[in-house]
């Protein structure tokens, strides 16, 4: 069964950056409809950054500008590269993939 391995997460002072990274296990048909979430403390799983197989891409208001998803189409990967992070940034975020795949996720924790 495939999995998604996510990584890049980790402890970074407000302000600062980071890259995601996620990456399939086995085999998967294309990185359309591939996408980031994220779950804070106490709150629902929220969407954060979807793309295309075409390379558009849709971002949730809250990262819009600071947040930027890519993808590989040949390695089936997408990244997440995450600036200006703020502690409301605080979350696990996971990696989706259409058919309900998702990763285990990977913590990101932002000091102020």
């Known amino acids: 069964q495939v999995q998604l391995v996510e990584s890049g997460g980790g402890l970074v002072q407000a302000g600062g950056s980071l890259r995601l990274s996620c990456v399939p296990s086995g085999v998967i048909f294309s990185i359309n409809g591939m996408g980031w979430y994220r779950q804070a403390p106490g709150k629902l799983r929220e969407f954060v950054a979807g793309?295309?197989?075409?390379?558009?891409?849709s971002y949730a208001e809250s990262v819009k500008g600071r947040f930027f998803i890519s993808g590989d189409s040949v390695k089936k990967s997408v990244y997440l590269q995450m600036n200006s992070l703020s502690p409301e940034d605080t979350a696990v975020y996971y990696c989706?993939?259409?058919?309900?795949?998702w990763g285990r996720g990977t913590q990101v924790t932002v000091s102020s």
């Open positions: 793309i295309t197989s075409g390379g558009s891409t």
């Open positions: 989706y993939a259409p058919g309900g795949l």
